[in-house]
């Protein structure tokens, strides 16, 4: 039918929100139905250009008539959409702009929900943006006392920060989850991510950071009592004492494999294929020199931590 064809549906709508001589005032009631049954006409077309540019006005008339919650709804549709056709710069934009919309509601939950699925949507195209947007959403559920909500993000972010070789960061954001864990108790979290800190700073080849973080760590009780503690412990003296077979053995250990699945993957760069991190001299200033006899080179990249094949 006629009636039906959502390119006839989005044309009437748009007069009805476009000023004129003879129209003082916007029907914006009669205007967001006819926005939303377009937006439902192109989808069931598969015209995504189209039921993007629909949903996107369907939410703009729903926030004209005091609806954010049913606005926030159509920009997440939108912004679906946007995702569909590899609009990413609009699938962040309008995720935020849902987002907001779900804060006005007074929804932390769904608002930090908006800002992780376009974080995730960009984490390949855009990471540096798609840190910021788990950033914010991680900072949306903090504020609210939601801790608990986002340790999924807080791994997530380090994820993206470990795939840009940013090491530092993902340490911090680790330390990040951790005093939230402590926050709610989650003392086997809280552990974890600690040692996952650790971790990625020897990933990084810098045992000193690494040295300072297990040192702090440890004044926190339920960190100093916990089997993540004591496997950091043998962790950092295997690599002070430049025992290879023991930096090997506790990388197997159940202490490293049981961590998220973040830092495993880092674990797995290291020690997989019996790949270990080099261990320079701590009594030369040259740079390069392993500690180990029998090792010889197997991989070396630019701006990537050093190993040695261990045989």
Not at 267 to 272: D, P
Not at 286 to 294: T, V
Request: aromatic share 10%; charged share 25%; glycine share 4%.
């Amino acid at each position: 039918m006629a009636a039906s064809d959502p390119n006839k549906l989005l044309a009437k709508a748009d007069k009805l929100t476009t000023l004129s001589l003879t129209r003082w005032s916007a029907d914006w009631k009669s205007a967001t139905a006819l926005y939303e049954q377009a937006a439902n006409g192109f989808r069931v077309a598969r015209n995504h250009e189209k039921a993007k540019i629909a949903y996107e006005k369907a939410s703009k008339g729903q926030e004209m008539l005091s609806s954010p919650w049913d606005a926030a709804k159509h920009m997440e549709s939108a912004a679906a959409l946007g995702k569909d056709l590899s609009n990413w710069q609009e699938v962040g934009d309008f995720y935020r702009k849902a987002s907001e919309l779900y804060m006005e509601c007074g929804r932390p939950q769904p608002a930090s929900d908006a800002l992780a699925k376009a974080a995730r949507a960009l984490e390949d195209s855009m990471p540096e943006e798609a840190i910021q947007l788990y950033t914010d959403a991680c900072t949306a559920l903090e504020d609210d006392g939601r801790e608990q909500m986002a340790f999924d993000l807080y791994r997530a972010a380090a994820n993206v920060y470990i795939k840009l070789q940013k090491y530092t960061d993902a340490a911090s954001f680790m330390l990040r989850l951790g005093l939230a864990a402590d926050k709610c108790n989650a003392t086997n979290s809280q552990s974890k991510a600690y040692l996952s800190a650790i971790v990625i700073y020897l990933y990084a080849d810098d045992f000193k950071q690494a040295e300072k973080c297990y040192n702090d760590c440890s004044q926190v009780d339920a960190f100093l009592r916990s089997d993540q503690n004591r496997c950091a412990s043998k962790l950092l003296a295997a690599y002070t004492d430049g025992d290879v077979e023991e930096i090997k053995r506790i990388a197997q250990s159940s202490g490293i494999s049981h961590l998220d699945h973040v830092v495993t993957r880092a674990k797995v760069n290291v020690w997989g294929k019996q790949l270990i991190p080099v261990v320079y001299s701590r009594n030369s200033e040259e740079y390069g020199r392993p500690m180990f006899q029998g090792a010889s080179v197997l991989d070396i990249q630019p701006e990537s931590p050093q190993f040695i094949y261990y045989h």
